[in-house]
Nanobody
Framework: QVQLVESGGGLVQPGGSLRLSCAAS????????MAWHRQAPGEQREFVAT???????NYADSVKGRFTISRDNAENTVYLQMNSLEREDTAVYYC???????????WGQGTQVTVSS
C-alpha cells in the first residue's frame, strides 16, 4: 500500500505559477512511475504529466512548455511546476504511482488549483 499526499494547490492569477508536491510513503519510491492527472468540474479526469523511474517525462499537449514534472527520490517526492497558468488549468490535481509490472495505480486525495483574476 502506498500513501500519496499532495500539497501546494491554491488560488493564482492567470499567468502565475504554482508548484505542486506529492509525498509518497514507500521505501521503493524510486521504482515507481509517477504521474499527475487533473479533473475539472463536470469533466473526466485527464492525464497531465508522467515521469518514469529513469527520469523520462511525457506531457499532455495542453501543458507542454508550461508544466514540468520532476522527482526527488531521496525525499520520496514528485513535483509539478506549473507556469503561465490559464483559467483552463483550474482543476483538482491528483498524484498517482504505479510500478511498471503492476496494474495497480495508487492515488492521492487531490489538491485544488484555481486560476482566476
Amino acid at each position: 500500500q502506498v500513501q500519496l499526499v499532495e500539497s501546494g494547490g491554491g488560488l493564482v492569477q492567470p499567468g502565475g505559477s504554482l508548484r505542486l508536491s506529492c509525498a509518497a510513503s514507500t521505501s521503493i519510491f524510486s521504482k515507481y512511475t509517477m504521474a499527475w492527472h487533473r479533473q475539472a468540474p463536470g469533466e473526466q479526469r485527464e492525464f497531465v504529466a508522467t515521469i518514469t523511474s529513469g527520469g523520462s517525462t511525457n506531457y499532455a499537449d495542453s501543458v507542454k512548455g508550461r508544466f514540468t514534472i520532476s522527482r526527488d527520490n531521496a525525499e520520496n517526492t514528485v513535483y509539478l511546476q506549473m507556469n503561465s497558468l490559464e483559467r483552463e488549468d483550474t482543476a483538482v490535481y491528483y498524484c498517482n504511482a504505479k510500478l511498471p509490472a503492476s496494474v495497480r495505480r495508487y492515488w492521492g486525495q487531490g489538491t485544488q488549483v484555481t486560476v482566476s483574476s
